[in-house]
């Protein structure tokens, strides 16, 4: 049945301000800034050496080691932020009959998706060739990765794809969502975005095409969109999900 009013119910972050939700919102609220020098990697030499990077992350605090091995960095923090927006939903999708299963569905986006895999595997081919690449690797990489392994955690068997729109990713993956409620395809959907882009190749690329702030010597205060002195984006990594 069609729906006329759809609620958000559950929320759930991973981002340089924080692993949860309560955190992050302090973080939010009080005017806190993710932003800072590039620890990555040695970003001294690039047009911009600062980005927003999710600090003190370990996928294993979450995932088996053996998952975690096998799951580039944007989809751990897709799985991590859905996991706390259907706990702030008060879902417990252990629970849910096979007819809620199948009502209950994930779209998920990504702008770049796996690129930190991307780039260690075409390093590994061209220093030792085809034989250095990973039967993970394609798996691993592909942006709908996301939300397959969202929905596989949970048993949720409802409409499940990702969104590809940029920077407007996770509000397309959210309208997504709401239409599908509202037309009557799915009771329940997790909606949300996820990057991982925080690279040499990532960085490098938008600072070489001049996207990118180069405030070096301000990097807190480098992100201003919409004032008269913003001069680029900042990089930043992690998700956000709802419920």
Known sequence: MPHTKIVITGMGWITPLGHDLETVWGGLTSGASGVDRTTHFDATTFPTTFSAEVKDFDPTDYLDR???RRLDPFCHFAIVAADEALADAGIDTATLS?????QTGVVFGSGIGGMKLFQDQVVDYAARGPRA???FFVPMMIIDMAPGQISMRHNLRGPNYATVSACATANNAIGDAYLLVKNGLAETM????TDASITEVGLGGFGNM???STRNDDPENASRPFDVDRDGFVMAEGAGSVV
């Open 133 to 135: 690449l990973s039967p």
């Open 190 to 193: 997790v909606a949300g975005g």
């Open 98 to 102: 096979e007819e809620e299963q199948n």
């Open 66 to 68: 053996k998952e975690a």
């Open 210 to 212: 001049k996207a990118l």
